[in-house]
T-cell receptor, first 111, second 113 residues
Framework: SQKIEQNSEALNIQEGKTATLTCNYTNYSPAYLQWYRQDPGRGPVFLLLIRENEKEKRKERLKVTFDTTLKQSLFHITASQPADSATYLCALNQAGTALIFGKGTTLSVSS | IAGITQAPTSQILAAGRRMTLRCTQDMRHNAMYWYRQDLGLGLRLIHYSNTAGTTGKGEVPDGYSVSRANTDDFPLTLASAVPSQTSVYFC????????????FGEGSRLTVL
């Protein structure tokens, strides 16, 4: 069966450290993968998109990798801050379908 | 710029009642979506529309219907609400079904008693 898994429900780190979130998928062949941020009581907000032919994408303190052999994406936040505390969702597509979301990882950054 | 507007933001509803959740976007996006978000289950797609006049079923369509009479509006109707439809509902839009980011509304929290 098809699955998209974010293998940590919660991640707690100290301010200044790098947070690494994992997204694994099975039985999909996505053309791209996206990461979203969701704050409590709010809708998800797009952060980054990485395509199947891209290994890595960066945006400010964010870095995303995409390994289609391992069927895995890693999402890194460097120099993390308490304001980075939120739930992070990965999402992927297959051609012609809407985005399928993982259940999310809730990141808590303590000062 | 409003983006995606959902209404109501919150509603308590008796089981068996009919309810329509409204969604309007001002970005002229072709594709629109309805997701529900439940604790432990994440976001699940209910229905989608690639363009005005067309709709499709997502992962959990039963008990819901949608229409897409024009580009801007994509209402979600619960014909006869049941307690299992208690959830937070998110509407989203995208400029392209196959690429690009989703823009989400702020959600409609529905409680069915």
């Amino acid at each position: 069966s098809q699955k998209i898994e974010q293998n940590s429900e919660a991640l707690n780190i100290q301010e200044g450290k790098t947070a690494t979130l994992t997204c694994n998928y099975t039985n999909y062949s996505p053309a791209y993968l996206q990461w979203y941020r969701q704050d409590p009581g709010r809708g998800p907000v797009f952060l980054l998109l990485i395509r199947e032919n891209e290994k890595e994408k960066r945006k400010e303190r964010l870095k995303v990798t995409f390994d289609t052999t391992l069927k895995q994406s890693l999402f890194h936040i460097t120099a993390s801050q308490p304001a980075d505390s939120a739930t992070y969702l990965c999402a992927l597509n297959q051609a012609g379908t809407a985005l399928i979301f993982g259940k999310g990882t809730t990141l808590s950054v303590s000062s | 710029i409003a983006g995606i507007t959902q209404a109501p933001t919150s509603q308590i509803l008796a089981a068996g009642r009919r309810m329509t959740l409204r969604c309007t976007q001002d970005m002229r996006h072709n594709a629109m979506y309805w997701y529900r978000q439940d604790l432990g289950l994440g976001l699940r797609l209910i229905h989608y529309s690639n363009t005005a006049g067309t709709t499709g079923k997502g992962e959990v369509p039963d008990g819901y219907s949608v229409s897409r009479a024009n580009t801007d509006d994509f209402p979600l109707t619960l014909a006869s609400a049941v307690p299992s439809q208690t959830s937070v509902y998110f509407c989203a839009s995208s400029g392209d079904l196959n690429t690009g980011e989703l823009f989400f509304g702020e959600g409609s929290r529905l409680t069915v008693l």
